[in-house]
């Protein structure tokens, strides 16, 4: 007999490939069914049974203020009962403008889209509009949503003109993407030595959440921020995960670098389909309208995101709030570390505000992992093993070992202590 959600995702197949709108939700990296959700509240997650989970997802990185936050959806029932979309400027998408230009001291001008993917996408162009050049660095293992210059990985070698990783990539697009090892200093020097004055942009995530999660060096982004001031290129912070997650300023505030552009998405819009890039005002006016860079979008500043944006904010910017969130990953964190290490497992963990990295390693030489080839490396059925144990007992992990864990200021000592306990009884299966 199939269980309700094997009947539904058979459903969702028929018409949906893969049964899902992002590869990611189909479990494929960890094997069994997705789980369909129907609703959600505070830290709270419940499928279409009504079993209740505690959600470390939060919709992959909105969901700071936890799910179905009373202020969040009176804002957006108001917006809805003003009408949905009017394609004309609002003052919404000023107030949210102002807001994120007085928080994060980088950014002058700012300019909204419709998801992340666009804010990098747009970015790079208008990185590549200002500049006139035409090759742009990422990093492996960062992911910068799927527009096709990013879809591209290094080959082996410490450098590499990429390969696109995705089939319908041209390899004429690719051949522009370089893409350099993480955290590694040296390699970006190299880079800029032998195509420094053909790079338009440096395209990083500053704390990665794409491949678990990593810290890097403050090396790393001392190193950026030099090569690209010295070689003309722009520097491209992709806090469309960390921004207004990790702390106020997100992680350029945490290293203290000011990049030239700034992408966002995720937690601006509260949960509603948002993104948005910004910097220099230098760099901004080169968009059109003002300059000759082409970038627009009919449902940009929708009323509903911005007003969901706003209403957040106004919990954001409270004193204390990323201390509350911090201190929660933090107990947390501990306490499954603690767990681990009393039952012999081999887990490894990283956190910063309010975000948070497990890595199961392969022997108790292996310290946290520090790249995405050491990222590799971990045990992938060791996590799996972890994520269906606790799937079972109510605790809504990412499903994939190259995720990471978002916390919500909803979470309660009650919920941290539940998945704690949880942890140490998939941690005593797994030692038996
Ligand atoms: N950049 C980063 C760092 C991301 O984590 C993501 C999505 O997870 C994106 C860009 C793409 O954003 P979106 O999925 O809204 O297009």
């Known amino acids: 007999m199939s269980t309700k959600n094997e009947q539904l995702f058979l459903q969702a197949k028929k018409h949906i490939p893969g049964g899902v709108n992002s590869p990611v939700r189909a479990f494929a990296g960890v094997g069994g069914t997705p789980v369909f959700m129907h609703k959600a509240a505070g830290s709270k997650i ?17 969901m700071i203020l936890g799910h179905a936050h009373p202020k969040v959806i009176d804002a957006v029932k108001a917006a809805a009962d003003d009408g949905l979309s009017f394609g004309t400027p609002t003052t919404f998408e ?18 909204m889209t419709s998801s992340g993917t666009e804010a ?11 500049t006139g050049r035409d090759k742009i660095v990422k990093f492996e293992g960062c992911y910068h949503g799927h527009s096709d210059s990013l879809l591209v990985k290094a080959g082996s070698g410490m450098l590499d003109i990429g390969e696109p990783t995705s089939q319908g990539v041209p390899a004429d697009f690719a051949k522009h993407t370089i893409t350099l090892p993480y955290n590694d200093p040296q390699a970006v020097k190299d880079c800029f030595e032998k195509w420094g004055d053909e790079i338009a942009c440096v395209i990083v995530e500053p704390i990665a959440g794409n491949m678990n999660m990593i810290v890097p060096t403050q090396e790393f982004h001392n190193t950026l921020r030099e090569q690209c001031t010295q070689g003309g290129a722009v520097l491209i912070f992709d806090e469309v995960m960390t921004g207004f997650r990790v702390g106020l300023r997100g992680a350029q ?20 389909p948002v993104g948005a890039f910004g910097g220099k005002r230098e760099i901004m006016e080169c968009i059109a ?17 911005m007003r969901a944006g706003i209403a957040m904010f106004e919990d954001l910017t409270v004193d ?11 107990y947390l964190v501990d306490g499954i570390q603690a767990t681990a290490d009393k ?65 919500s200021s909803k979470h309660s000592t009650e919920d941290l202590d539940a998945t704690i306990k949880a942890a140490a009884e998939v941690f005593a299966e797994m030692a038996a």
């Open 46 to 62: 419940y499928d279409t049974e009504d079993k209740e989970y505690i959600d470390y997802v939060g919709s992959w990185g909105p």
């Open 94 to 111: 000023t107030s949210v403008a102002d807001t994120i230009c007085d928080i994060v001291p980088s950014v002058e001008m700012i300019r």
């Open 120 to 130: 990098t996408m747009s970015a790079i162009r208008l990185a590549r509009g200002y």
């Open 253 to 272: 505030g945490h290293f203290g670098i000011k990049p030239d552009l700034t992408c966002f998405g995720k937690i601006i819009g509260a949960g509603l």
């Open 289 to 305: 309208p003002m300059g000759g860079v082409y970038q627009a979008g009919t449902l940009s500043g929708n009323p509903l995101a």
């Open 320 to 330: 204390g709030f990323y201390e509350g969130v911090a201190d929660k990953v933090t």
């Open 343 to 407: 039952q012999g497992i081999e887990l490894r963990s990283t956190k910063l505000g309010g975000m948070f990295g497990l890595f199961f390693v392969k022997d108790s030489e292996t310290q946290v992992p520090q790249n995405f080839d050491e990222v590799t490396a971990c045990d992938m059925d060791k996590f799996n093993t972890f994520f269906h144990g606790m799937l079972e007992r109510g605790i809504y992990l990412a499903p994939s070992a190259y995720e990471v864990g978002f916390m």
